[in-house]
């Protein structure tokens, strides 16, 4: 329900531009978290598919359009700009889980989110040098259950 609430959070916080890299292990809720995200930017309630058979699935919520990315299995970082992120990374809201695949062509703006498994739970940390204002943003929501 947290991974849910906090993908519905940061859904009206992101514009086009805006990358969130979702860090952690198989089963962390990378996905969860992506998918949370898409249908309350978006506003349905159908599935949201995972990407991980086929890279890249894209969205559109008010004119932005919304890049969901599991690159689990890219080879090389090079392969990033096959699909399309290069421009993706400035025009559209980008989800990228296994970010480390991307090597050196993560954004330098991204904004990062680990997630782990701890206890009966999910641990999510945020960090993001050149996204304060998004984050005070999102603690403002976290705190007033918006």
Same mark, same amino acid.
């Given at each position: 329900?947290?991974?849910?609430?906090?993908?519905?959070?940061?859904?009206?916080?992101?514009?086009?531009?805006?990358?969130? %890299?979702?860090?952690?292990?198989?089963?962390?809720? $990378?996905?969860?978290?992506?998918?949370?995200?898409?249908?309350?930017?978006?506003?349905?309630?159908?599935?949201?598919?995972?990407? #991980?058979?086929?890279?890249?699935?894209?969205?559109?919520?008010?004119?932005?359009?919304?890049?969901?990315?599991?690159?689990?299995? %890219? #080879?090389?970082?090079?392969?990033?700009?096959?699909?399309? *992120?290069?421009?993706?990374? #400035?025009?559209?809201?980008? *989800?990228?889980?296994?970010?480390?695949?991307?090597?050196?062509?993560?954004?330098?703006?991204?904004?990062?989110?680990?997630?782990?498994?701890?206890?009966?739970?999910?641990?999510?940390?945020? #960090?993001?040098?050149?996204?304060?204002?998004?984050?005070?943003? *999102?603690?403002? $929501?976290?705190?007033?259950?918006?």
């Amino acid at each position: 329900a947290a991974t849910t609430r906090l993908g519905a959070a940061l859904a009206g916080l992101l514009q086009a531009g805006d990358t969130l %890299l979702l860090h952690g292990p198989i089963g962390a809720g $990378k996905t969860h978290l992506a998918r949370a995200l898409i249908q309350a930017r978006v506003g349905w309630l159908e599935d949201v598919p995972s990407p #991980s058979f086929t890279l890249v699935q894209t969205y559109l919520a008010d004119g932005v359009e919304i890049w969901h990315a599991d690159l689990y299995r %890219l #080879s090389s970082p090079d392969e990033v700009w096959e699909l399309g *992120l290069d421009d993706a990374f #400035s025009t559209a809201i980008c *989800l990228i889980e296994w970010p480390d695949r991307l090597g050196n062509f993560a954004p330098a703006n991204a904004v990062s989110i680990r997630l782990s498994a701890e206890n009966e739970g999910r641990r999510a940390v945020i #960090s993001g040098e050149t996204h304060a204002a998004l984050l005070v943003a *999102l603690a403002a $929501k976290w705190c007033n259950n918006d």
